[in-house]
Protein backbone atom coordinates (compact mmCIF):
# COMPACT_ATOMS: atom_id res chain seq x y z
CA UNK A 1 0.00 0.00 0.00
CA UNK A 2 1.36 3.56 -0.96
CA UNK A 3 1.70 5.46 1.98
CA UNK A 4 0.09 8.89 1.88
CA UNK A 5 2.33 12.05 0.69
CA UNK A 6 2.10 15.06 3.24
CA UNK A 7 3.76 17.53 3.99
CA UNK A 8 4.32 20.30 7.09
CA UNK A 9 7.09 23.44 7.07
CA UNK A 10 6.73 25.73 9.65
CA UNK A 11 8.60 29.19 10.76
CA UNK A 12 9.08 31.58 13.98
CA UNK A 13 10.47 34.29 12.17
CA UNK A 14 13.60 35.52 10.84
CA UNK A 15 16.50 38.04 11.27
CA UNK A 16 19.95 38.38 12.67
CA UNK A 17 19.96 35.10 14.78
CA UNK A 18 23.95 33.61 14.80
CA UNK A 19 26.21 31.48 16.45
CA UNK A 20 27.52 32.99 19.65
CA UNK A 21 24.44 35.56 19.34
CA UNK A 22 21.96 33.24 20.82
CA UNK A 23 22.27 32.17 24.47
CA UNK A 24 21.92 28.73 24.95
CA UNK A 25 18.68 28.75 26.66
CA UNK A 26 17.30 30.75 23.84
CA UNK A 27 18.63 28.62 21.41
CA UNK A 28 17.52 25.55 23.23
CA UNK A 29 13.95 27.43 23.78
CA UNK A 30 13.13 28.10 20.39
CA UNK A 31 14.04 24.54 18.92
CA UNK A 32 11.94 23.09 21.15
CA UNK A 33 8.80 25.31 20.53
CA UNK A 34 9.54 24.51 17.11
CA UNK A 35 9.64 20.92 17.18
CA UNK A 36 6.50 20.68 19.36
CA UNK A 37 4.50 22.68 16.43
CA UNK A 38 5.53 19.78 13.93
CA UNK A 39 4.45 17.02 16.25
CA UNK A 40 1.33 19.16 17.01
CA UNK A 41 0.72 19.36 13.29
CA UNK A 42 1.98 16.45 11.65
CA UNK A 43 0.32 14.46 14.27
CA UNK A 44 -3.05 15.72 12.57
CA UNK A 45 -1.73 15.23 8.64
CA UNK A 46 0.05 11.33 9.85
CA UNK A 47 -3.92 10.97 10.34
CA UNK A 48 -5.46 11.46 7.33
CA UNK A 49 -6.42 15.52 8.36
CA UNK A 50 -6.76 18.45 6.61
CA UNK A 51 -3.81 21.13 6.02
CA UNK A 52 -6.09 23.90 7.37
CA UNK A 53 -6.81 22.06 10.48
CA UNK A 54 -2.84 21.51 10.74
CA UNK A 55 -1.79 24.54 9.79
CA UNK A 56 -3.92 26.07 12.76
CA UNK A 57 -2.58 23.58 15.34
CA UNK A 58 0.63 24.21 14.50
CA UNK A 59 0.42 28.13 14.72
CA UNK A 60 -1.30 27.51 18.22
CA UNK A 61 1.63 25.96 19.33
CA UNK A 62 3.83 28.93 18.71
CA UNK A 63 1.55 31.60 19.65
CA UNK A 64 1.49 30.06 22.80
CA UNK A 65 5.32 29.76 23.44
CA UNK A 66 6.94 33.28 24.51
CA UNK A 67 9.89 32.28 23.01
CA UNK A 68 7.97 33.24 19.57
CA UNK A 69 6.64 37.13 18.72
CA UNK A 70 3.32 35.91 17.96
CA UNK A 71 0.11 35.48 20.60
CA UNK A 72 1.81 35.03 23.97
CA UNK A 73 5.17 37.04 23.68
CA UNK A 74 4.02 39.36 21.26
CA UNK A 75 6.04 42.65 21.19
CA UNK A 76 4.98 45.91 22.69
CA UNK A 77 3.59 48.91 20.78
CA UNK A 78 5.36 52.48 21.47
CA UNK A 79 1.92 53.05 23.65
CA UNK A 80 2.87 49.90 25.87
CA UNK A 81 -0.47 47.74 24.66
CA UNK A 82 0.41 44.46 22.63
CA UNK A 83 -1.48 43.99 19.25
CA UNK A 84 -2.09 40.64 17.08
CA UNK A 85 -2.37 40.05 13.83
CA UNK A 86 -2.90 36.52 11.75
CA UNK A 87 -4.23 35.28 8.53
CA UNK A 88 -5.40 31.50 7.61
CA UNK A 89 -6.06 30.65 3.95
CA UNK A 90 -7.29 27.23 2.20
CA UNK A 91 -5.36 26.32 -0.92
CA UNK A 92 -8.99 24.37 -2.53
CA UNK A 93 -11.42 26.83 -2.03
CA UNK A 94 -9.20 30.13 -1.79
CA UNK A 95 -11.08 31.19 1.25
CA UNK A 96 -9.34 32.77 3.32
CA UNK A 97 -9.32 35.13 7.06
CA UNK A 98 -7.41 37.63 8.56
CA UNK A 99 -7.32 40.07 11.85
CA UNK A 100 -5.38 42.64 13.11
CA UNK A 101 -4.66 45.03 15.78
CA UNK A 102 -6.47 42.30 18.20
CA UNK A 103 -5.75 42.44 21.53
CA UNK A 104 -8.12 40.05 23.65
CA UNK A 105 -7.90 36.30 21.61
CA UNK A 106 -5.22 33.73 23.27
CA UNK A 107 -4.65 32.15 19.97
CA UNK A 108 -5.27 35.29 16.89
CA UNK A 109 -4.60 32.16 14.16
CA UNK A 110 -8.21 30.64 15.34
CA UNK A 111 -10.15 33.92 15.62
CA UNK A 112 -8.47 35.08 11.54
CA UNK A 113 -9.85 31.01 11.00
CA UNK A 114 -12.95 32.01 12.16
CA UNK A 115 -13.13 34.89 10.10
CA UNK A 116 -12.98 33.17 7.47
CA UNK A 117 -15.36 30.29 8.17
CA UNK A 118 -17.99 32.08 10.00
CA UNK A 119 -18.34 35.42 8.67
CA UNK A 120 -18.66 36.98 4.94
CA UNK A 121 -15.71 38.90 5.02
CA UNK A 122 -11.44 38.79 5.02
CA UNK A 123 -10.50 41.26 7.31
CA UNK A 124 -11.56 42.24 10.36
CA UNK A 125 -9.32 45.16 12.40
CA UNK A 126 -9.00 46.14 16.01
CA UNK A 127 -12.31 46.56 18.44
CA UNK A 128 -14.35 45.19 15.72
CA UNK A 129 -11.90 41.51 15.43
CA UNK A 130 -12.41 41.96 19.35
CA UNK A 131 -15.79 41.72 19.66
CA UNK A 132 -16.58 39.09 16.72
CA UNK A 133 -14.14 37.03 19.04
CA UNK A 134 -16.12 37.04 21.57
CA UNK A 135 -19.37 36.58 20.08
CA UNK A 136 -17.58 33.21 18.39
CA UNK A 137 -17.11 32.16 21.80
CA UNK A 138 -13.03 32.05 21.25
CA UNK A 139 -10.73 32.01 24.67
CA UNK A 140 -9.93 35.72 25.63
CA UNK A 141 -6.72 36.13 27.40
CA UNK A 142 -6.00 39.24 29.25
CA UNK A 143 -2.60 41.76 29.25
CA UNK A 144 -1.40 39.49 31.50
CA UNK A 145 -1.24 36.39 29.33
CA UNK A 146 0.48 38.17 26.86
CA UNK A 147 3.19 40.12 28.50
CA UNK A 148 6.38 38.74 29.36
CA UNK A 149 9.70 40.97 30.53
CA UNK A 150 11.84 40.34 27.89
CA UNK A 151 9.69 42.02 25.36
CA UNK A 152 9.25 44.96 28.01
CA UNK A 153 12.85 45.27 27.71
CA UNK A 154 12.73 45.49 24.61
CA UNK A 155 10.59 48.24 24.53
CA UNK A 156 12.50 50.29 26.95
CA UNK A 157 15.69 49.54 25.26
CA UNK A 158 13.76 51.14 22.30
CA UNK A 159 12.43 54.22 23.71
CA UNK A 160 15.50 54.64 24.81
CA UNK A 161 17.12 55.45 21.65
CA UNK A 162 14.25 57.32 19.93
CA UNK A 163 16.12 57.85 17.06
CA UNK A 164 16.93 54.12 16.62
CA UNK A 165 13.24 53.81 14.66
CA UNK A 166 11.56 50.42 14.88
CA UNK A 167 13.11 46.93 15.11
CA UNK A 168 13.29 46.33 11.42
CA UNK A 169 16.91 45.81 12.13
CA UNK A 170 17.06 43.21 14.48
CA UNK A 171 14.72 39.91 14.15
CA UNK A 172 11.30 38.91 13.17
CA UNK A 173 9.54 36.89 15.18
CA UNK A 174 6.53 36.06 13.13
CA UNK A 175 5.34 32.69 13.32
CA UNK A 176 3.95 30.71 10.32
CA UNK A 177 2.93 27.03 8.79
CA UNK A 178 2.30 25.95 5.61
CA UNK A 179 1.09 22.62 4.44
CA UNK A 180 -0.31 19.77 1.93
CA UNK A 181 -2.01 16.99 3.42
CA UNK A 182 -2.90 13.38 1.69
CA UNK A 183 -6.04 14.28 -0.44
CA UNK A 184 -3.21 17.31 -2.31
CA UNK A 185 -4.78 20.11 -0.70
CA UNK A 186 -2.47 22.99 0.82
CA UNK A 187 -3.10 25.82 3.50
CA UNK A 188 -1.09 28.48 5.28
CA UNK A 189 -1.14 30.16 8.40
CA UNK A 190 0.51 33.35 9.84
CA UNK A 191 0.33 35.05 13.14
CA UNK A 192 2.85 37.98 15.19
CA UNK A 193 2.87 40.87 17.40
CA UNK A 194 4.44 43.26 14.79
CA UNK A 195 7.09 45.50 15.44
CA UNK A 196 8.68 46.63 18.98
CA UNK A 197 7.28 50.08 19.67
CA UNK A 198 5.23 50.22 16.41
CA UNK A 199 2.71 53.39 15.86
CA UNK A 200 -0.51 54.79 14.88
CA UNK A 201 -2.23 51.07 14.44
CA UNK A 202 0.90 49.76 11.30
CA UNK A 203 -0.08 46.58 10.15
CA UNK A 204 2.40 44.67 8.41
CA UNK A 205 1.92 41.50 6.08
CA UNK A 206 0.99 38.99 7.71
CA UNK A 207 -2.35 39.21 7.66
CA UNK A 208 -2.78 40.41 4.99
CA UNK A 209 -3.86 37.64 1.60
CA UNK A 210 -1.48 37.36 -1.10
CA UNK A 211 1.72 39.61 0.96
CA UNK A 212 1.94 38.00 3.96
CA UNK A 213 -0.11 34.42 3.35
CA UNK A 214 -1.22 32.94 0.83
CA UNK A 215 -2.29 29.37 -0.78
CA UNK A 216 -3.38 27.83 -3.94
CA UNK A 217 -3.90 24.30 -4.72
CA UNK A 218 -2.45 25.20 -8.49
CA UNK A 219 0.30 26.57 -7.13
CA UNK A 220 1.38 26.17 -3.30
CA UNK A 221 0.90 27.64 0.66
CA UNK A 222 2.96 30.61 1.60
CA UNK A 223 3.71 32.02 4.96
CA UNK A 224 6.28 35.22 4.79
CA UNK A 225 8.40 37.04 7.81
CA UNK A 226 10.50 39.87 7.81
CA UNK A 227 9.69 43.57 7.07
CA UNK A 228 6.56 43.78 6.24
CA UNK A 229 6.17 46.38 4.49
CA UNK A 230 8.73 45.46 1.69
CA UNK A 231 6.10 41.67 1.62
CA UNK A 232 3.33 43.90 0.76
CA UNK A 233 4.78 46.14 -1.89
CA UNK A 234 6.06 42.59 -3.67
CA UNK A 235 2.35 40.83 -2.84
CA UNK A 236 5.37 38.09 -2.13
CA UNK A 237 3.17 35.16 -1.01
CA UNK A 238 0.67 35.18 -4.31
CA UNK A 239 3.53 36.74 -6.61
CA UNK A 240 5.37 33.00 -5.69
CA UNK A 241 2.03 31.07 -5.93
CA UNK A 242 1.87 33.34 -9.44
CA UNK A 243 5.30 31.97 -10.59
CA UNK A 244 4.52 28.28 -9.90
CA UNK A 245 1.21 28.66 -11.90
CA UNK A 246 2.09 30.98 -14.50
CA UNK A 247 5.57 30.95 -15.42
CA UNK A 248 5.97 27.33 -14.52
CA UNK A 249 9.04 28.21 -12.56
CA UNK A 250 9.33 25.25 -9.56
CA UNK A 251 8.68 26.57 -5.63
CA UNK A 252 12.31 26.51 -4.96
CA UNK A 253 13.16 28.80 -8.10
CA UNK A 254 9.78 30.94 -7.18
CA UNK A 255 10.89 31.32 -3.43
CA UNK A 256 14.17 31.99 -4.28
CA UNK A 257 13.17 34.97 -6.87
CA UNK A 258 11.04 36.40 -4.99
CA UNK A 259 13.62 36.71 -1.71
CA UNK A 260 16.05 38.11 -4.42
CA UNK A 261 13.80 41.29 -5.67
CA UNK A 262 13.11 41.35 -1.80
CA UNK A 263 15.96 42.24 -1.26
CA UNK A 264 16.92 44.03 -4.40
CA UNK A 265 14.53 46.64 -2.87
CA UNK A 266 16.56 46.62 0.54
CA UNK A 267 13.86 44.55 2.74
CA UNK A 268 14.98 41.34 4.84
CA UNK A 269 13.28 38.15 5.56
CA UNK A 270 12.30 34.59 4.29
CA UNK A 271 9.71 32.51 3.28
CA UNK A 272 7.99 29.00 3.70
CA UNK A 273 6.68 27.49 1.05
CA UNK A 274 4.87 23.61 0.11
CA UNK A 275 3.25 22.46 -3.14
CA UNK A 276 0.52 20.16 -3.59
CA UNK A 277 3.20 17.54 -4.53
CA UNK A 278 4.28 17.14 -1.12
CA UNK A 279 7.37 18.96 -2.04
CA UNK A 280 8.70 21.82 1.09
CA UNK A 281 11.36 24.36 1.76
CA UNK A 282 12.39 27.65 2.35
CA UNK A 283 14.13 30.97 1.80
CA UNK A 284 15.79 33.77 3.71
CA UNK A 285 17.94 36.47 2.77
CA UNK A 286 18.80 36.88 6.92
CA UNK A 287 21.57 35.34 9.06
CA UNK A 288 19.06 32.93 10.28
CA UNK A 289 15.50 31.79 10.33
CA UNK A 290 13.50 29.61 12.93
CA UNK A 291 12.16 27.23 10.50
CA UNK A 292 11.72 23.23 10.52
CA UNK A 293 10.02 20.55 8.84
CA UNK A 294 8.35 17.05 8.80
CA UNK A 295 6.38 15.31 5.91
CA UNK A 296 4.94 11.33 5.72
CA UNK A 297 8.72 10.42 5.35
CA UNK A 298 10.66 12.49 7.84
CA UNK A 299 10.98 12.95 11.00
CA UNK A 300 10.86 16.86 12.67
CA UNK A 301 13.89 18.73 11.63
CA UNK A 302 14.60 22.12 12.86
CA UNK A 303 16.76 24.91 12.37
CA UNK A 304 17.72 28.26 13.13
CA UNK A 305 21.07 29.42 11.62
CA UNK A 306 21.79 30.06 8.20
CA UNK A 307 24.73 27.04 7.86
CA UNK A 308 22.31 24.50 9.51
Not at 16 to 30: C, F, H, I, N, T
Not at 162 to 169: A, L, V
Not at 211 to 216: L, R
Not at 285 to 297: E, F, V
Amino acid sequence: MTQARWTLVIHGGSGSMERGRLSPDADAAGRAGLHAALVAGGKILSAGGDATDAVEAAVRVLEDDPAFNAGRGSVYTADGTIECDAAVMAGDTLAAGGVAGVTATRNPVSLARAVMERSPHVLLTGAGADAFSVEQGLEQAGPDWFATPERRRQLDEMLARPDGGFDSGMKYGTVGAVAVDAAGHVAAATSTGGLTAKRWGRVGDSPLIGAGTYADNRAAAISCTGAGEYFIRLGVAHEICARVRLAGETIEEAADGMIDALGDLGGKGGVIVVGPDGSGGWAFNTPGMYRGMISHDSAPEVAIYGDE
